[in-house]
């Protein structure tokens, strides 16, 4: 069986690092900055996530705000409601949680993020430094951000190696490719597209997996002796399950591969992440302002 590769005791330095982080940031300032997550969506899951991400953040002793626009809200009112927050002096952070409303451009909406409070890296300008390699770290997108402190956790060697991101997306895919590439691993990405996802899969001494699909990626995917991250997530009953067919990977891996969980995994490590970006950015906020 693969080695389980769990977000703790792992997550919780981060958070612990956060904490300290935000403590200074308050002790300068006098008073807690602000994380805002703005939420025009009524989906249970998105709701229960924001409502998660916010406790987090109030642990590190910083002020977390959920901005409820609900399922009806316009393209105007959701632009306007970031671009508020992003000019708000006691505002560190600002968060968009999806799903959008329909008929709303994300592109359009995302404008109004400061580049500089965009804690979980959605905006085109913190996108841009990342495919130039020249970002800030507590401005990446807090899920791909997450599965390299997993990697580093692990100290899962990535110069040089052949690695695989299955999946695109400019939220998680993409940079996920990107921070590999950044840190010397001969990336290929596999998406809807590609017509045997095995021969890519199985090529990867690093698979990460954030596919949307559930059970996508099974023990014919992958080689013995890989360490596959598996991003995705998906209710099932009372828990939540990942992209990656667990049993028949971990088989398949055997005792020289690992496996992140699900639950316990890379969502775990995100939370803590998206704390980190937070309190990195209340310690900017003052910065500026003293
Ligand atoms: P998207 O739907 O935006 O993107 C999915 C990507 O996977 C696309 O690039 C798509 O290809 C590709 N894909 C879809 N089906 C296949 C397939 N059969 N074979 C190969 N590639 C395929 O999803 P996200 O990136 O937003 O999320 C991915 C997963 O990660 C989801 O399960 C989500 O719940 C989870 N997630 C977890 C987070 C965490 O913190 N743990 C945070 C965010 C997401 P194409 O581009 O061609 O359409």
């Known amino acids: 069986m693969a080695r389980r590769l769990a977000a703790q005791p792992f997550a919780r330095r981060v958070a612990a690092r956060a904490a300290e982080i935000a403590a200074r940031a308050i002790a300068v300032a006098g008073r807690a900055p602000e994380v805002a997550v703005v939420v025009a969506t009524s989906q249970p899951d998105a709701l229960l996530y924001v409502d998660r991400l916010l406790t987090q953040v109030r642990a590190t002793g910083l002020a977390g705000r959920r901005v409820d626009l609900g399922p009806g809200a316009t393209e105007s009112q959701i632009f306007a409601a970031l671009a508020e927050l992003s000019a ?130 099974r023990g014919e995917h992958v080689s013995p002796g890989a360490v596959v991250i598996d991003v995705g997530i998906h209710p099932s009953g009372d828990t939540i399950v990942g992209d990656v067919d667990a049993p028949s990977v971990e088989a398949r891996l055997g005792e020289t591969g690992g496996l992140s969980p699900v639950p316990g995994g890379v969502g775990q490590m995100t939370s803590a992440i998206l704390a980190l970006h937070a309190a990195e950015a209340a310690e900017r906020l003052v910065r500026t302002r003293a």
């Open 88 to 217: 708000d002096s006691n505002v560190a952070g600002v968060i968009l949680q999806l799903p959008l409303p329909s008929g709303v451009s994300r592109e359009i909406v995302v404008a109004a993020i400061a580049p500089t409070k965009d804690i979980d890296g959605i905006t085109s300008v913190n996108a841009e430094r990342l495919a130039e390699g020249m970002y800030d770290p507590s401005l990446l997108p807090a899920t791909a951000a997450a599965v390299m402190e997993l990697l580093r956790a692990y100290e899962i060697p990535l110069r040089g190696r052949p690695a695989a991101v299955v999946g695109r997306s400019a939220i998680v895919g993409r940079p996920v490719a990107q921070l590999l590439e950044i840190e010397g691993a001969l990336v290929q990405v596999a998406h809807s597209k590609t017509p045997d996802l095995g021969l890519v899969t199985r090529a990867a001494d690093v698979l990460v997996v954030a596919a949307g699909v559930r059970g996508l990626v």
